[in-house]
């Protein structure tokens, strides 16, 4: 982590307003904002920590839990609402095994994340899976989304 650290640190120290800079690469090497990485940053820059905390739960862009290998991102929109995204949201959930609470599948496989709008309202309900995006998805059609998956992994 350390040397890790560094490497971010030295790219950046002399530039004033680079938070959100070290953030991106925070996450970009960790794969998540780590609370002692912040702390470390925080430390070494003189910066509270709560400037980096307070950016990081600003903008949807940071996580603070590692997230899973596929993400699956849920519509929750209006007309994805009225369509049926609930039932599928709930199949999905029921198929990986996520527990109450949770977004990430325990063998972090799959991460699930409901948004408020994905501006794809003529084909809700929508769920995107590793950015490729699909419409009309029935509980039964995310099932076979997620079974396709699978078979991936392990073909």
Same mark, same amino acid.
């Given at each position: 982590?350390?040397?890790?650290?560094?490497?971010?640190?030295?790219?950046?120290?002399?530039? @004033?307003?680079?938070?959100?800079?070290?953030?991106?690469?925070?996450?970009?090497?960790? +794969?998540?904002?780590?609370?002692?990485?912040?702390?470390?940053?925080?430390?070494?820059?003189?910066? =509270?920590? &709560?400037?980096?905390?307070?950016?990081?739960?600003?903008?949807?862009?940071?996580?603070? @839990? =590692?997230?899973? @290998?596929?993400?699956?991102?849920?519509?929750?929109?209006?007309?994805?609402? %009225?369509?049926?995204?609930? =039932?599928?949201?709930?199949? %999905?959930?029921?198929?990986?095994?996520?527990?109450?609470?949770?977004?990430?599948?325990?063998?972090?496989?799959?991460?699930?994340? &409901?948004?408020?709008?994905?501006?794809?309202?003529?084909?809700? =309900?929508?769920?995107?899976?590793?950015?490729?995006?699909?419409? +009309?998805?029935?509980?039964?059609?995310?099932?076979?989304?997620?079974?396709?998956?699978?078979?991936?992994?392990? +073909?």
């Amino acid at each position: 982590m350390e040397k890790d650290c560094q490497q971010i640190l030295d790219k950046y120290y002399r530039e @004033k307003g680079s938070v959100i800079s070290i953030l991106q690469d925070v996450q970009e090497t960790f +794969g998540y904002i780590r609370e002692d990485v912040v702390f470390w940053f925080s430390e070494k820059l003189n910066i =509270p920590a &709560s400037n980096f905390f307070g950016v990081t739960t600003f903008y949807a862009q940071f996580y603070l @839990k =590692p997230r899973g @290998k596929n993400i699956i991102t849920a519509c929750c929109g209006t007309a994805c609402h %009225v369509k049926g995204a609930e =039932p599928m949201i709930s199949r %999905v959930k029921a198929d990986l095994a996520i527990a109450e609470g949770e977004d990430t599948t325990h063998d972090s496989q799959f991460t699930l994340e &409901s948004v408020a709008c994905v501006g794809a309202c003529s084909i809700a =309900p929508v769920l995107i899976i590793n950015k490729k995006v699909y419409g +009309g998805v029935t509980p039964d059609k995310a099932s076979e989304l997620l079974k396709e998956i699978e078979k991936g992994r392990r +073909g």
